[in-house]
């Protein structure tokens, strides 16, 4: 077999999960973007970070769509995993921070256009995750993480972009959605990991996806009440906010893990805790909030570095992409 042909059958394990990287590098462009009135650099940074996430969305959906095609077999035993199941709408969700970001930059038609993709997607994933989870034979609570999130939770994220471009009544049932599945996962979630084994190293990680829904909420809310600060706004952030410094609180925990893919799993929680920092000091006019958003994206910058850097020598050392991701 040529190396070219013996890469192309190690797609069969290429993960949805890869498609972290876009979220956590497009929440980074949103924040810099969003903190263009503090920094007179960040927006051209911004630009430049989205153009990158664009061509890495695209290498990374062309790498999936090939798995899809050529490995169905590979790709229906992800979809019907109890743990990588649920990473599957990373790819929607992609779409929609993607199309946040280009509304951003004033590119209403492109906005609109992965909007719809996205929004649509995740509709349909939405409800292929909630009906395995309801109909199976399989679950145990071991099963259960905090990327459980993400498939249902991830609803949330379209009124951020959808309230520009649809009626508003539509960004409000995918809000409806996720905001209220979020407590009802939490508790889960909660119960799991106090009560049982603790989670496997490798998805340790995952652990920073609790930050990920009030903090988006807290940004998709204020876009559905009108750039307004009221007190579930607030509620929103500052839950986010104390998780947030829970898990600082935790890093110890953290340091002393083994890399894997899973890493980036930090990355968009934090991204969505600077956006909202951001957002939040923008509608007040509080340079307390934008400093806790510049802060954290200066961090978050780093750490994308890092784990770029750490997943490029994972793929050169056949540690991701194999049959024991």
Same mark, same amino acid.
């Given at each position: 077999m040529s190396q070219s042909n013996s890469g192309l059958q190690k797609l069969q394990y290429f993960p949805a999960s890869f498609f972290g990287m876009v979220m956590g590098i /497009?929440? *980074?462009s949103i924040a810099l973007i969003n903190s263009d009135a503090m920094f007179a650099w960040s927006l051209v940074a911004g630009e430049a970070i989205l153009m990158f996430s664009v061509v890495l969305f695209a290498v990374l959906l062309a790498s999936y769509l090939y798995k899809i095609l050529r490995f169905k077999d590979a790709f229906w035993a992800e979809m019907r995993h109890p743990i990588k199941m649920n990473f599957i709408p990373t790819i929607s969700i992609s779409l929609l921070l993607l199309s946040a970001a280009f509304w951003e930059l004033e590119q209403v038609k492109t906005s609109f256009n992965l909007w719809l993709l996205g929004a649509s997607l995740q509709l349909v994933l939405t409800l292929w995750l909630l009906y395995n989870w309801i109909y199976h034979d399989f679950f145990k609570i071991e099963h259960s993480n905090p990327a459980w999130f993400? $498939?249902?939770v991830g609803n949330i994220v379209v009124p951020i972009a959808g309230v520009q471009h649809v009626p508003e009544d539509i960004s409000w049932? #995918? #809000?409806a959605i996720g905001i209220v599945f979020w407590p009802l996962l939490k508790s889960v979630l909660l119960y799991r990991l106090i009560f049982h084994p603790p989670i496997p190293d490798k998805l340790m990680p995952t652990l920073f996806i609790f930050?990920?829904? $009030? &903090? /988006?909420g807290c940004v998709s809310y204020m876009a559905l009440n009108h750039g307004e600060v009221d007190a579930f706004a607030r509620i929103l952030y500052f839950?986010?906010?104390?998780?947030t410094l829970f898990l600082l609180f935790s890093i110890n925990k953290f340091r002393k893990l083994n890399f894997a893919l899973s890493w980036w799993a930090y990355t968009f929680p934090l991204a969505a805790m600077a956006i909202s920092s951001l957002v939040m000091g923008n509608a007040l006019h509080s340079n307390g909030y934008l400093w806790i958003g510049a802060l954290?994206?200066?961090g978050? &910058? /780093?750490?994308? /570095?890092? *784990?770029f850097y750490k997943t490029l020598i994972g793929v050169a050392n056949n540690k991701i992409c194999s049959p024991d991701n």
């Open positions: /497009v929440g *980074l993400i $498939p249902i049932f #995918f #809000f930050i990920a829904p $009030p &903090a /988006v839950f986010a906010l104390f998780f954290i994206m200066a978050l &910058a /780093v750490m994308i /570095v890092w *784990l």
